[in-house]
């Protein structure tokens, strides 16, 4: 992880754990995500990132590697919920699943309305999105890179 984000971490208040275990993405993640390698070097040794409330948080390879347990939050909660909204709709769940096909969660906050961002991994844009309707977002930066300059920055406030 970087050196300027650590000390934004810190300065923020974040809670951050770091690892020296090698993580693997599941094979289900690589198989539908073409993952940004600027985001994987960014949180490969990254056990641990939350808010002090621990109710924003980066999404780690843990996160994606982990076994859903009732009560916690997992990595694609927003899309299972979009899906659980479609009940019985066929087009509208092809219609969530095609989006979340190609935007890939990379933080979550369930601190107010629950919302989002991910990387769109066919433009490498970081979008945000917001309940109810997680699927409408917009971009809030070109790249990954300019996501973290812009949290940096104060740009984006997390």
């Known amino acids: 992880m970087d050196k300027k ?30 993952v940004s390698k600027k985001w994987l070097n960014f949180i490969s040794n990254v ?6 409330e621990q109710n924003k948080w980066f999404l780690t390879i843990n996160d994606y590697s982990a076994e859903y347990d009732e009560g916690s939050w997992g990595w694609n909660d927003f899309e299972m919920m979009s899906l659980q909204a479609a009940e019985d709709d066929t087009e509208w769940q092809e219609e969530i ?8 969660p990379i933080f979550l906050d369930i601190e107010g309305d629950y ?44």
């Open 5 to 34: 984000f650590i000390d934004w971490i810190r300065k923020n208040d974040w809670k951050l754990e770091l690892t020296d275990e090698n993580f693997n993405l599941p094979e289900s993640i690589i198989e539908r995500y073409t």
């Open 115 to 158: 919302s989002y961002y991910a990387i769109d991994t066919d433009s490498g844009e970081v979008v945000q999105g917001y309940e109810p309707e997680f699927e409408e977002c917009y971009t809030v930066a070109e790249t990954f890179e300019d996501f973290i300059a812009k949290i940096l920055d104060g740009e984006i406030i997390l």
């Open 47 to 52: 056990k641990n990132c939350t808010n002090s």
């Open 97 to 104: 699943t095609e989006f979340w096909n190609t935007h890939f």
